[in-house]
T-cell receptor, first 110, second 112 residues
Framework: GESVGLHLPTLSVQEGDNSIINCAYS??????FIWYKQESGKGPQFIID?????DKRQGQRVTVLLNKTVKHLSLQIAATQPGDSAVYFC?????????FGGGTRLMVKP | DSGVTQTPKHLITATGQRVTLRCSPR?????VYWYQQSLDQGLQFLIQ???????AKGNILERFSAQQFPDLHSELNLSSLELGDSALYFC???????????FGQGTRLTVV
């Protein structure tokens, strides 16, 4: 969601499985959405974005789905690899870049 | 390389001291944001500058202040440091609200 400062929820998946990370947003004026990946000790990095005139966008092994009706965003990672272990944040452009979603920690089990 | 440069990378200082963290945004980006990230926590927004002016403030302590200079680099000043101020401090720059933000590698501050 869009709360910040919370301890991070964790998703644990087996290497090779698909991962789905979810994010809810509250401002219906949002029209641009981004997923960031943050590896331990590093700054967040852009993964993929989507604009509100789309409901799906695919990248390399990643897919972002946008459901504007329920204000929900998801990130799907295919064939999850150890290098995907990180914290994933969602962000939208409504209002300002004031807050990120609290983030989800993805742990990949070998 | 994101194009956003933060210095120093690491800083160790004593309680009660004052430090300055520096951020150089990507060329052309007018917005600079500062975030604090404590261990295993999300990104806490501190403050935003746009083209030299303060645009938005988050949960920034009164002991903390920032500014953006005419060349668009920004500094975050942390004073009367406490142990709880130990954290990673990130700077991000952005062209506009409809583009991605680029983050620096952060400054790890340790207060002892």
């Amino acid at each position: 969601g869009e709360s910040v400062g919370l301890h991070l929820p964790t998703l644990s998946v087996q290497e090779g499985d698909n991962s789905i990370i979810n994010c809810a947003y509250s401002n219906s004026a949002s029209d641009y959405f981004i997923w960031y990946k943050q590896e331990s000790g590093k700054g967040p990095q852009f993964i993929i974005d989507i604009r509100s005139n789309m409901d799906k966008r695919q990248g390399q092994r990643v897919t972002v789905l946008l459901n504007k009706t329920v204000k929900h965003l998801s990130l799907q990672i295919a064939a999850t690899q150890p290098g995907d272990s990180a914290v994933y944040f969602c962000h939208n452009n409504a209002g300002n870049m004031l807050t990120f979603g609290g983030g989800t920690r993805l742990m990949v089990k070998p | 390389d994101s194009g956003v440069t933060q210095t120093p990378k690491h800083l160790i200082t004593a309680t009660g001291q004052r430090v300055t963290l520096r951020c150089s945004p990507r060329s052309g980006d007018l917005s600079v944001y500062w975030y604090q990230q404590s261990l295993d926590q999300g990104l806490q927004f501190l403050i935003q500058y746009y083209n030299g002016e303060e645009r938005a403030k988050g949960n920034i302590l009164e002991r903390f202040s920032a500014q953006q200079f005419p060349d668009l680099h920004s500094e975050l000043n942390l004073s009367s440091l406490e142990l709880g101020d130990s954290a990673l401090y990130f700077c991000a720059s952005q062209l506009n609200l409809n583009t991605e933000a680029f983050f620096g590698q952060g400054t790890r501050l340790t207060v002892v």
